[in-house]
């Protein structure tokens, strides 16, 4: 895992879009692993941007969103389908064909997770998985305890969870008590993950996630298995971090962030 520190909460975010970018260009046929959430918009309004004033192509490109609410249609204004087409799909030339969400209105709900599964499977697997993390740890809605061997599934969730997302849906009595999330096998089963976090409010929890023990309490920590993770976050949400000084100087001096040192 590296971590990348970056001044500013817009400055992160950029350089996150700047990496997916990259993946793009090139290999225009890329599969992308997304996430949803506040964390995340300033991303996608960058390749928004760079659609438009660079050429940045996503014609080919397919989609596979971490989760959905289960008991939304993709019409409700809370929906993670909703939000993609709204702060992404809808200002790229991506085939919304090729952009996958579960579906939450599922009457199968087993089948959908299963042919979730097999639809990422079929497509060769996700190259650059976006995430976030939760105030709990979790990654996608792996709640704490989630199997770190797990596959797309239902899941009950986490009451910190219902508290953190409960604004969208207008108070946490109307929100949904289940998801539909890729497991935490799937999402490390994708060739790169970037995990994305700011702000001094995440700032222990995903200190404890990179730097604490690899456990099942909190989700995020898988992450430090994977074999190609980075961590992209703000100085805010770095107030914990013990190793600063090496995360800098990795960033500083190693070829690969050359291109995205600015």
């Not at 019409?75 to 939000?83: L, Q, T, V």
């Not at 952009?99 to 939450?104: A, L, M, R, S, V």
Request: some cysteine.
């Amino acid at each position: 895992m590296e971590v990348i520190i970056q001044p500013t909460r817009e400055a992160a975010a950029l350089l996150t879009a700047k990496i997916i970018a990259a993946e793009v260009r090139k290999n225009p046929a890329a599969v992308l692993g997304l996430a949803t959430g506040a964390t995340v918009e300033p991303v996608y309004t960058n390749l928004i941007e760079m659609h438009h004033k660079e050429g940045l192509d996503f014609s080919l490109c397919k989609t596979f969103n971490l989760d959905e609410y289960v008991g939304l249609n993709g019409d409700h204004p809370a929906s993670y389908r909703y939000f993609m087409n709204t702060h992404l799909f809808d200002h790229i030339n991506i085939d919304k064909r090729n952009t996958h969400i579960p579906n939450g209105m599922a009457s199968d709900l087993k089948a959908e997770c299963l042919e979730y599964e097999e639809a990422i499977w079929n497509a060769g697997g996700i190259d650059i998985q976006l995430l976030g993390i939760g105030l709990d740890g979790h990654i996608g809605f792996n709640e704490p305890m989630s199997s770190l061997q797990s596959r797309t599934r239902v899941k009950q969730l986490n009451p910190i969870t219902i508290r953190q997302n409960a604004g969208y849906f207008g108070g946490p009595d109307k929100m949904p008590r289940r998801a539909i999330t890729m497991g935490v096998g799937t999402i490390l089963d994708s060739q790169r993950c970037i995990m994305l976090a700011t702000g001094a409010s995440k700032a222990e929890i995903l200190a404890e996630a990179i730097e604490g023990p690899f456990c099942a309490k909190v989700t995020a920590s898988a992450l430090q298995w994977h074999r190609h993770a980075v961590v992209i976050v703000d100085e805010n949400c770095a107030l914990h971090l013990k190793n600063r000084e090496y995360y800098d100087w990795s960033f500083n001096h190693q070829p690969e962030w050359a291109p995205f040192r600015t």
